[in-house]
């Protein structure tokens, strides 16, 4: 009885050590992914594009307020489409343009052993390097927002409904900037930097014509046809889901159920591509 009873105690507490092992162990890991992400967040800001990027956006948005005072009253509607349009555009630019050099500018520099002889994993870094853009992406969102705001209160002399009404319409395409960002992460852990960036381009013109290609394949008289155009239109992100920008001009706001069902796509296709980028990733050799 002892015996059984010492047994049992000994199993407890060797399930116990294995647990607070793991619990550190992700504690670490956490902590290696956050030091990359923010490494990788300071190398973003330090680029002088990112500001000429925001800079830019800013000043489109001032010229769409003098656009809008030719319009005879539409002036929040070209306010709020060309501010979201302007945010959407050169979001797309920082994620393709700086997303495919993440993990080449390592590289390239020759960085990435230093990064690796470290106790570092491939993954961790991978996934680092993606929250550090992210977090470049939504400071940039945020900015770009802040002064779409600002154009509508000038413009009507104060307070406008539209000033929150458009931020449900910057969240999905934040959350759309999220998803091509690790698009463009996945090409460029096994491919140049232009093939990244040009293969991320496609995936982001075609993932907005995803209805398209679902009424094609239904509209194909071919088996194979029709299987082969399902199937991509189920492997690319479905990016129209995330375009609100027309409805969001008119002062329409997208539905709770919307919002979750995106954020959980969204949540869903990131994980799956950044397990297959750190899959791929892990079996490159870089000697």
């Not at 973003?44 to 800013?58: C, E, G, I």
């Not at 931020?167 to 091509?180: D, F, Q, R, S, V």
């Not at 491919?191 to 496609?202: E, G, K, Y």
Request: glycine share 8%.
């Amino acid at each position: 009885m002892n015996e059984t009873s010492n047994s049992v105690r000994s199993l407890d507490a060797s399930d116990q050590e294995s647990q607070a092992s793991t619990g550190v162990h992700w504690l670490c890991a956490s902590r290696r992914v956050i030091t990359v992400a923010r490494n990788a967040f300071r190398e973003a800001v330090r680029d002088r594009v990112l500001y000429n990027l925001v800079l830019f956006v800013l000043l489109l948005t001032g010229a769409a307020i003098f656009i809008g005072e030719l319009s005879g009253g539409q002036e929040r509607k070209i306010i709020v489409d060309l501010g979201l349009s302007a945010m959407l555009l050169f979001g797309v630019f920082i994620a393709i343009f700086v997303g495919v050099g993440l993990v080449y500018k390592e590289i390239e520099r020759r960085t990435i052993y230093a990064i690796f002889a470290k106790p570092v994993g491939r993954g961790e870094f991978l996934v680092g390097k993606y929250l550090g853009l992210c977090l470049t992406l939504l400071v940039n969102v945020l900015v770009m927002g802040a002064g779409v705001c600002l154009a509508l209160i000038y413009v009507n002399r104060g307070w406008d409904p539209l000033v929150l009404r458009i931020w449900p319409a910057i969240l999905l395409l934040y959350i759309e900037l999220m998803i091509l960002t690790g698009v463009a992460l996945l090409f460029s852990s096994f491919s140049s930097p232009a093939l990244s960036a040009l293969l991320t381009f496609f995936i982001f013109l075609i993932g907005h014509f995803s209805s398209d290609l679902k009424s094609l394949s239904s509209s194909m008289g071919s088996r194979s046809a029709r299987w082969l155009f399902g199937t991509i239109y189920y492997l690319l992100p479905n990016l129209a889901n995330y375009s609100f920008i027309t409805p969001a001009t008119h002062g329409q706001t997208p539905s709770v159920a919307n919002v979750v069902a995106s954020l959980l796509y969204a949540f869903i296709y990131i994980v799956v591509i950044l397990a297959a980028a750190t899959l791929i990733f892990n079996r490159r050799n870089f000697k």
